[in-house]
Protein backbone atom coordinates (compact mmCIF):
# COMPACT_ATOMS: atom_id res chain seq x y z
CA UNK A 1 0.00 0.00 0.00
CA UNK A 2 1.22 3.12 -1.14
CA UNK A 3 1.97 5.68 1.62
CA UNK A 4 2.64 9.89 0.79
CA UNK A 5 3.94 12.23 3.38
CA UNK A 6 3.48 15.89 2.51
CA UNK A 7 5.47 18.53 4.11
CA UNK A 8 6.93 21.79 3.44
CA UNK A 9 3.88 24.13 4.02
CA UNK A 10 3.08 27.86 5.77
CA UNK A 11 2.26 31.09 6.25
CA UNK A 12 4.03 33.12 3.38
CA UNK A 13 3.69 36.64 1.99
CA UNK A 14 2.25 37.35 -1.60
CA UNK A 15 5.38 36.93 -3.98
CA UNK A 16 7.27 34.68 -1.51
CA UNK A 17 8.17 30.95 -1.89
CA UNK A 18 8.14 27.86 -0.43
CA UNK A 19 9.24 24.07 -1.14
CA UNK A 20 6.66 21.02 -1.20
CA UNK A 21 7.95 17.98 -0.28
CA UNK A 22 6.21 14.45 -0.58
CA UNK A 23 8.20 11.18 0.89
CA UNK A 24 6.52 7.95 -1.28
CA UNK A 25 7.21 4.59 0.34
CA UNK A 26 5.56 1.29 -0.82
CA UNK A 27 6.02 1.31 -4.22
CA UNK A 28 8.94 1.64 -6.37
CA UNK A 29 9.44 4.93 -6.64
CA UNK A 30 10.94 5.37 -9.71
CA UNK A 31 8.54 3.50 -11.69
CA UNK A 32 5.42 6.06 -11.07
CA UNK A 33 4.12 8.71 -12.26
CA UNK A 34 3.65 11.63 -9.53
CA UNK A 35 1.43 14.62 -9.47
CA UNK A 36 0.69 17.54 -6.86
CA UNK A 37 -3.21 18.91 -6.05
CA UNK A 38 -4.32 21.30 -4.12
CA UNK A 39 -7.70 22.41 -2.47
CA UNK A 40 -8.72 25.32 -1.51
CA UNK A 41 -11.57 25.65 1.10
CA UNK A 42 -15.00 25.10 -0.30
CA UNK A 43 -13.75 23.71 -3.91
CA UNK A 44 -12.25 20.71 -5.70
CA UNK A 45 -8.92 19.30 -5.68
CA UNK A 46 -7.13 19.94 -9.11
CA UNK A 47 -3.96 18.62 -10.55
CA UNK A 48 -1.53 21.52 -10.87
CA UNK A 49 1.51 19.47 -11.41
CA UNK A 50 2.82 16.18 -13.24
CA UNK A 51 6.03 14.34 -13.70
CA UNK A 52 6.16 11.43 -15.38
CA UNK A 53 8.23 8.07 -14.14
CA UNK A 54 11.17 8.76 -15.88
CA UNK A 55 11.56 12.34 -15.16
CA UNK A 56 11.25 13.88 -18.85
CA UNK A 57 8.05 15.07 -19.07
CA UNK A 58 6.58 17.30 -16.99
CA UNK A 59 2.77 19.66 -17.35
CA UNK A 60 1.08 22.31 -14.96
CA UNK A 61 -2.03 23.81 -15.06
CA UNK A 62 -2.36 26.91 -16.04
CA UNK A 63 -2.73 28.81 -12.83
CA UNK A 64 0.75 27.79 -11.22
CA UNK A 65 2.50 27.52 -15.08
CA UNK A 66 6.07 29.32 -15.18
CA UNK A 67 5.52 30.10 -11.04
CA UNK A 68 5.64 26.62 -10.00
CA UNK A 69 8.75 24.17 -10.53
CA UNK A 70 7.95 19.83 -10.04
CA UNK A 71 10.31 17.61 -9.80
CA UNK A 72 11.82 14.80 -8.00
CA UNK A 73 14.37 12.79 -6.62
CA UNK A 74 14.27 9.34 -7.27
CA UNK A 75 17.14 8.10 -4.63
CA UNK A 76 14.71 9.89 -2.04
CA UNK A 77 11.97 8.63 -3.45
CA UNK A 78 10.70 12.15 -2.37
CA UNK A 79 8.91 14.70 -4.86
CA UNK A 80 9.16 18.40 -4.73
CA UNK A 81 7.56 21.22 -5.61
CA UNK A 82 8.91 24.67 -5.91
CA UNK A 83 6.26 27.42 -5.50
CA UNK A 84 7.83 30.81 -6.36
CA UNK A 85 5.75 34.32 -6.92
CA UNK A 86 3.21 33.16 -4.27
CA UNK A 87 -0.33 34.21 -4.68
CA UNK A 88 -3.67 34.68 -2.12
CA UNK A 89 -5.05 32.48 -4.39
CA UNK A 90 -2.53 29.71 -4.26
CA UNK A 91 -3.96 29.53 -0.43
CA UNK A 92 -4.56 25.53 0.03
CA UNK A 93 -4.23 22.20 0.94
CA UNK A 94 -1.34 20.66 -1.28
CA UNK A 95 -1.68 16.71 -2.05
CA UNK A 96 0.63 14.72 -4.05
CA UNK A 97 0.06 11.22 -5.61
CA UNK A 98 1.06 8.44 -7.42
CA UNK A 99 -1.07 8.46 -10.92
CA UNK A 100 -1.81 7.60 -14.64
CA UNK A 101 -1.51 9.51 -18.28
CA UNK A 102 -3.84 9.50 -20.40
CA UNK A 103 -2.55 11.77 -22.58
CA UNK A 104 -1.36 14.89 -20.72
CA UNK A 105 -4.09 14.83 -18.37
CA UNK A 106 -2.88 13.19 -15.04
CA UNK A 107 -5.46 10.84 -13.01
CA UNK A 108 -4.27 9.94 -9.89
CA UNK A 109 -4.71 6.10 -8.55
CA UNK A 110 -3.43 6.23 -5.12
CA UNK A 111 -5.07 7.26 -2.05
CA UNK A 112 -4.38 10.05 -0.20
CA UNK A 113 -1.56 11.44 2.17
CA UNK A 114 -2.31 14.40 5.03
CA UNK A 115 -1.79 17.03 2.70
CA UNK A 116 0.48 20.37 3.85
CA UNK A 117 -1.74 23.69 4.08
CA UNK A 118 -0.13 26.76 2.09
CA UNK A 119 -1.19 30.15 3.29
CA UNK A 120 -0.58 33.35 1.20
CA UNK A 121 -0.80 36.39 2.72
CA UNK A 122 -1.39 39.90 0.96
Known amino acids: QVQLVESGGGLVQAGGSLRLSCVVSGRTFGSVNMGWFRQAPGKERNVIASISANGYHTFYSDSVKGRFTISRDDAKNSVYLQMNNLRPEDTAVYYC???????????????WGQGTEVTVSS
Open 97 to 111: TTGTFIGATYYPNSG
